[in-house]
């Protein structure tokens, strides 16, 4: 399920980003920001609300988010702790 889940994760970022990569090629464990996948702020909102659409799972707040984009794998985490909440 948890590989199944960053594998979907990787799929909608590359998707949502419009990025030219092969999904797999994304290190899972790397951060999504910054050095890592060199994601930017406006590429946040865009995963939010691709999260928020695929998961319905809101991201409330800016500290919430800095947990949740740590990193694909931080991501996964996040989703399935929500999920499992509901």
Known sequence: MAEDLVADLKTLIVARLKMEIE?????AAAPLFG????LDSIDALELVVGIERQYGIRIA????????????????????????AK
């Not at 999904?23 to 290190?27: C, K, Q, R, V």
């Not at 050095?35 to 060199?38: A, M, P, S, T």
């Not at 707040?61 to 931080?74: C, I, T």
Request: aromatic content about 6%.
């Open 61 to 84: 707040d800016a500290e919430m988010g800095k947990k949740a984009f740590g990193s694909v794998n931080a991501l996964a985490a996040f989703i399935s702790e929500k999920r499992s």
């Open 35 to 38: 050095e890592g996948l060199g």
């Open 23 to 27: 999904p797999a090629s994304i290190d």
